[in-house]
T-cell receptor, first 112, second 114 residues
Framework: QKEVEQDPGPLSVPEGAIVSLNCTYS??????FMWYRQYSRKGPELLMY????GNKEDGRFTAQVDKSSKYISLFIRDSQPSDSATYLC????????????FGTGTRLKVLA | EAGVTQFPSHSVIEKGQTVTLRCDPI?????LYWYRRVMGKEIKFLLH????????ESGMPNNRFLAERTGGTYSTLKVQPAELEDSGVYFC????????????FGPGTRLLVL
């Protein structure tokens, strides 16, 4: 069993839709949860990160962590064609590590 | 400010050949990391440099992989001899410190071993 599971998609939605991207994980010791966005032929770039359970909002993006269910989500409101990319979740045990455990990524396509 | 750059962007080689990948980090970033993504799998950590020193190479798959960072600037990752299972995308990242999410990733080198 993988430590982090992520539906690869692709996920196609119309412009303006609310998008929900999810990851499940098996290691209950994970404390830090990150979402990366990767455009085609580019490297991953950090969107946002959260610590432990709860919600965090940044503009149109909301990250949600449910540690009891070992489930994290990224919501994108008012999705735009420019949001079309692969979204990767990543997790770590501590804040000072670079050994993130990545999900395989979900491809998202927002149709104009 | 220039981002992390990697060269080449693509490489196609035959099994048994040698390939050298290069990474130029963001100027002033002491920390440099190599990651790899095999097709259909997740991105996995390979190793970490602080300046010219290898701090952690626990993710290196085997001794066919050799990473160097002479002078603490750019880094190279050599695969010799390359095997079919080495195909994938090799990412380099750099950071000024080791805080959460502080790494900047390069665009990656796509390696195909035939």
């Amino acid at each position: 069993q993988k430590e982090v599971e992520q539906d690869p998609g692709p996920l196609s939605v119309p412009e303006g839709a609310i998008v929900s991207l999810n990851c499940t994980y098996s290691n209950s010791a994970f404390q830090y949860f990150m979402w990366y966005r990767q455009y085609s032929r580019k490297g991953p770039e950090l969107l946002m990160y959260t610590y432990s359970s709860g919600n965090k909002e940044d503009g149109r993006f909301t990250a949600q962590v449910d540690k009891s269910s070992k489930y994290i989500s990224l919501f994108i409101r008012d999705s735009q064609p420019s949001d079309s990319a692969t979204y990767l979740c990543a997790m770590s045990l501590t804040s000072g590590t670079y050994k993130y455990i990545f999900g395989t990524g979900t491809r998202l396509k927002v149709l104009a | 400010e220039a981002g992390v750059t990697q060269f080449p962007s693509h490489s196609v080689i035959e099994k048994g050949q040698t390939v050298t990948l290069r990474c130029d980090p963001i100027s002033g970033h002491d920390n440099l990391y190599w990651y790899r993504r095999v097709m259909g799998k997740e991105i996995k950590f390979l190793l970490h440099f602080v300046k010219e020193s290898k701090q952690d190479e626990s993710g290196m798959p085997n001794n066919r992989f050799l990473a160097e960072r002479t002078g603490g600037t750019y880094s190279t990752l050599k695969v010799q001899p390359a095997e079919l299972e080495d195909s994938g995308v090799y990412f380099c990242a750099s950071s000024q410190d080791m805080g959460l999410g502080t790494q900047y990733f390069g665009p990656g080198t796509r390696l195909l071993v035939l």
